[in-house]
């Protein structure tokens, strides 16, 4: 997708909520690392494990929407304006919705 100047700011936004959503996961690692003092609710370890499965997800969706316009026999920008960019959006919203629920859930594990 480098090819297509249009898809470049695209794939900058979902970079930086990736980026911003490691750097949650890895407080939240570190916050876990040291359980000795650290005991949450059930029902907050599970959210918590759901939202990180989901993200997951979305991930993977990331990388067969870029799969799928890489070997698009179409004209690589009209495909990515007709579709690409669109899914991309979405994608990019649901890491945003995952990553503000992350950062409830550090904030709940820092009280």
């Known amino acids: 997708m480098r090819d297509v100047r249009s898809a470049r700011s695209d794939l900058d936004s979902v970079q930086r909520e ?9 407080l939240l690692a570190d916050d876990f690392a ?17 939202i990180v499965t989901n993200c997951s997800e979305i991930v993977s969706s990331i990388e067969a929407t870029l799969r799928k316009h890489e070997s698009t026999k179409l004209s690589k ?25 992350l950062e409830l859930a550090l904030e709940m594990v820092n009280l």
Not at 77 to 101: F, N
């Open 18 to 26: 990736l980026l911003s959503l490691k750097t949650i996961l890895e």
């Open 77 to 101: 920008a009209a495909q990515w304006v007709l579709t690409g960019k669109g899914d991309m959006a979405k994608l990019q919203s649901s890491l945003a919705a995952h990553k503000s629920a």
């Open 34 to 50: 040291d359980t000795t003092n650290l005991s949450l609710p059930d029902i907050l370890n599970k959210q918590i494990i759901g």
